[in-house]
């Protein structure tokens, strides 16, 4: 497995900015799918974003338009820029490595948006 450290979560007020960055541990990296999860209390767990190793992204729809996954394989990091927050992306988002039969996740991290 591959052990993942995520960072950058915190409480901002609704329409400000937070990056989410998450530190892989081994050289897959470079080869995984790299994405973010999101559960808010009392709701399933859904998708944020992803990036494959070439860069091909995917956003949820909720948050299309507001947030921007990228990915630094030279520092095995992945981060997530988040704009226009709103109260509803109130979460903890978690980090996720996917590659051959390898699927590890972060320990997660706390966004809270104040109204």
């Known amino acids: 497995q591959v052990q993942l450290v995520e960072s950058g979560g915190g409480l901002v007020q609704a329409g400000g900015s937070l990056r989410l960055s998450c530190a892989a541990s081994r050289y897959i990296f470079n080869f995984a799918t790299m994405g973010w999860y999101r559960q808010a209390p009392g709701k399933q767990r859904e998708l944020a974003a992803t990036i494959t190793s070439s860069g091909s992204t995917n956003y949820g729809d909720s948050v299309k338009g507001r947030f921007t996954i990228s990915r630094d394989n030279a520092k095995n990091t992945v981060y997530l820029q988040m704009n226009s927050l709103k109260p509803e992306d109130t979460a903890v988002y978690y980090c996720?490595?996917?590659?051959?039969?390898?699927?590890?996740w972060g320990q997660g991290t706390q966004v809270t948006v104040s109204s």
């Open positions: 996720n490595a996917r590659y051959s039969v390898v699927n590890s």
